[in-house]
Nanobody, 117 residues
């Protein structure tokens, strides 16, 4: 059974930092793209950052220069380092695993990030 478990969310003041982690289990870590998405109240889920198994990285314009995505394949873990946080970064952050070969998408249950002004 595939599981994605996020952690690291919390309450932080504007300008603060948080580091999110996503541990993947139950799937062989072959060709894939892993991403962090966020969903603010009343808004659609949007891609924040993604990283492929070939270490190709993509960021949303709104987080470029502030967020850094990385992965530790030995630990089946993806991280999102978030610096200079803003109130508009508030929302649920969800980890996604996209399997290139099977075309399947798997999601974690999310971790909440709240940035106070």
């Amino acid at each position: 059974q595939v599981q994605l478990v996020e952690s690291g969310g919390g309450l932080v003041q504007t300008g603060g930092s948080l580091r999110l982690s996503c541990v993947v289990s139950g799937i062989s870590f072959r060709g894939n793209t892993m991403g962090w998405y966020r969903q603010a109240p009343g808004k659609q889920r949007e891609l924040v950052a993604s990283i492929t198994s070939l270490d190709r990285i993509n960021y949303a314009d709104s987080v470029k220069g502030r967020f850094t995505i990385s992965r530790d394949s030995a630990k089946n873990t993806v991280y999102l380092q978030m610096n200079s946080l803003r109130p508009e970064d508030t929302g649920g952050y969800y980890c996604n695993y996209h399997d290139w070969y099977g075309g399947m998408d798997y999601w974690g249950k999310g971790t909440l990030v709240t940035v106070s002004s």
